[in-house]
Every structure is written in structure tokens, then in C-alpha cells.
């Protein structure tokens, strides 16, 4: 009984329990990964599991029960489904550091025009479609390829297949490649970057304890929006 009521005392308390998290490829390979650790040497019997997965299924998953919560792009949500802004992220491009333009300071996007550009994920499209809804359609920015991973795409980027329009945040792994980034300006687009929960039913207490630790940690990572 004693050893049933510490149990309960935990779970309460929020020191032990499974939490699922959903989260896009870089987010759920960078970030992710040392938030649960932080996280884990407070309350070891708090057991974070990670699911990586597309912009796409975030709110699915959540409203399907299959995770606790979700972290990624903004994305519209449903009746059920309840959003947290975290973080701002600008849209940069990353390219090969034997590139033309790795003396500027920063390109604009009418430059990009003239570039050869790989993107990931096709939600890109609605940030950069209402960016640019008010040009004229010869002036918009048309990607040559559309791959399904970052990595694919920053792989192209490393050996000078293309430039890659990602957010800022993306430099956890862009770096890794070698790749050197710019600012896009004129004008300057942010990507908002989100926590996504059930409204319709309970939150487990330590799905609750590491919603709290999440923010308060991610609010502490300024370089996640730079």
C-alpha cells in the first residue's frame, strides 16, 4: 500500500509518467532531444518520448490522442486543439560557403528570384505565398525542387545543388552541413513556432509538468530565433 500510494504521489506530484511529444524533423532532432534532457535530470521517472513528424500531422496527432503534445510551425488549429506561441524564427537561406553571395550581409528575396532554391515541406508555401501575395505573379519565388526532409535539402545545399529557404531555427542542423546563412530582407518574414495540446481532454500531470518546462526552456534558447 505504501509502495502503491508513492506511486500515486508521483504521478501527482509530477515526478513520474509517459509524455508524448510530436515535432517536425529539426525540432524533434535538435531541439527536442536536449529539452528532455534537462528535463529527465530533474524528474528521472518522467519517461518523454519523441515522434518525429510532418507540419502536416501536428494537429491530427493531437486531436487523435496519439500525443500529448506537439511542437512545430503555426499551424490552424481545430475545435479541441489549443495553441501556445513559443518562438519567432526569421526566414534565411543557407548555402555552400564557396557561394557568391557569402560576402553579403543579407539578400532580399528579389534576388532569390535569380537563384536556384530547394525547400522543405510544402507548408513553406503559405508563409512565403502571403509574404508575397501583393506582387505581381512574374516577381513571385518559385522553388526548382520541393523535398520532403531538411536534411535532403541542406544536403542538396552542401554540394551547391541549391540555396535553401528554411527558418533560422533550422541552423541547429544546417550548421552541421557546413553551410553558412543570410538573412532575407525586403521584407523580413518570421515563422512562428508553436505548442500544440488537447483542450478537449485532460492533460496528465506529466504531460502538464513538461508543457511548463518546455516553455520556460525554450523562452532561455535565444539562438533558436536568430
Known amino acids: 500500500m505504501e509502495l502503491a500510494q508513492a506511486a500515486v504521489d508521483d504521478i501527482r506530484n509530477r515526478a513520474a509518467g509517459i509524455v508524448r511529444v510530436a515535432a517536425p524533423l529539426v525540432l524533434a532532432s535538435t531541439v527536442l532531444p536536449a529539452a528532455v534532457k534537462a528535463y529527465t535530470n530533474r524528474k528521472p521517472k518522467v519517461l518523454v518520448r519523441i515522434r518525429d513528424t510532418s507540419v502536416e500531422s501536428l494537429i491530427d496527432m493531437v486531436n487523435s490522442a496519439a500525443v500529448d503534445l506537439a511542437v512545430g510551425p503555426d499551424q490552424t488549429v481545430s475545435e479541441g486543439v489549443m495553441r501556445l506561441d513559443l518562438f519567432k524564427s526569421p526566414w534565411v537561406v543557407w548555402f555552400d560557403p564557396t557561394h557568391p553571395m557569402v560576402e553579403r550581409r543579407e539578400i532580399s528575396w528579389a534576388e532569390l528570384r535569380h537563384?536556384?532554391?530547394?525547400?522543405?515541406?510544402?507548408?513553406?508555401?503559405?508563409?512565403?505565398?502571403?509574404?508575397?501575395?501583393?506582387?505581381?505573379?512574374?516577381?513571385?519565388?518559385?522553388?526548382?525542387?520541393?523535398?520532403?526532409?531538411?536534411?535532403?535539402?541542406?544536403?542538396?545545399?552542401?554540394?551547391?545543388?541549391?540555396?535553401?529557404?528554411?527558418?533560422?531555427?533550422?541552423?541547429?542542423?544546417?550548421?552541421?552541413?557546413?553551410?553558412?546563412?543570410?538573412?532575407?530582407?525586403?521584407?523580413?518574414?518570421?515563422?512562428?513556432?508553436?505548442?500544440?495540446?488537447?483542450?478537449?481532454?485532460?492533460?496528465?500531470?506529466a504531460a502538464q509538468g513538461f508543457r511548463e518546462h518546455l516553455i520556460a526552456w525554450l523562452a532561455g534558447k535565444d539562438d533558436l530565433g536568430q
Open 115 to 205: 537563384c536556384p532554391l530547394v525547400v522543405a515541406g510544402r507548408d513553406y508555401e503559405r508563409t512565403i505565398s502571403l509574404t508575397h501575395g501583393e506582387y505581381h505573379e512574374n516577381d513571385r519565388i518559385t522553388p526548382v525542387d520541393i523535398v520532403d526532409n531538411i536534411s535532403t535539402a541542406l544536403g542538396m545545399a552542401a554540394e551547391g545543388l541549391g540555396l535553401v529557404i528554411a527558418p533560422a531555427y533550422v541552423g541547429l542542423l544546417g550548421r552541421r552541413f557546413g553551410l553558412v546563412m543570410r538573412p532575407i530582407v525586403q521584407p523580413a518574414v518570421t515563422r512562428q513556432v508553436c505548442l500544440y495540446h488537447s483542450s478537449a481532454r485532460t492533460v496528465s500531470p
